[in-house]
């Protein structure tokens, strides 16, 4: 009697670091809520920082996409009265 026994093996996933995580030109529109010729027309006025792989392969850093939503943010009128009462 022979017992066939399946072996598991563990796969592990490998998840890079956020700054290194790659967006294409799609990805990167759909995570602003923009069109991908947004996004294009923004690569060449250099208004977002790129990564030209080769031809027109173009990718953006997920970091760059997160800091540039950081840099849009505009601030509540209380925010802006709470830091003003906090700095006198």
Same mark, same amino acid.
């Given at each position: 009697? =022979? +017992?066939?026994? &399946?072996?598991?093996?563990?796969?592990? #996933?490998?998840? /890079?670091?956020?700054? $290194?995580?790659?967006? +294409?030109?799609?990805? $990167?529109? =759909? #995570?602003? %809520?923009?069109? /991908? =010729?947004?996004? %294009?027309?923004?690569?060449?006025? &250099?208004?977002?920082?790129?990564?030209?792989?080769?031809? &027109?392969?173009?990718?953006?850093?997920?970091?760059?996409?997160?800091?540039?939503? $950081?840099? =849009?943010?505009? /601030?509540? #009128?209380?925010? #802006?009265?709470?830091? %003003?009462?906090?700095? $006198?």
């Amino acid at each position: 009697m =022979s +017992t066939n026994k &399946k072996t598991s093996k563990s796969t592990s #996933v490998f998840l /890079p670091p956020e700054n $290194a995580i790659l967006l +294409t030109v799609r990805e $990167a529109a =759909s #995570v602003l %809520r923009l069109s /991908p =010729s947004a996004i %294009r027309a923004w690569i060449l006025q &250099k208004k977002i920082p790129f990564i030209k792989l080769h031809n &027109k392969a173009v990718r953006i850093r997920r970091s760059d996409v997160d800091a540039l939503i $950081a840099a =849009s943010l505009v /601030p509540t #009128v209380t925010s #802006v009265q709470q830091n %003003r009462q906090a700095a $006198a």
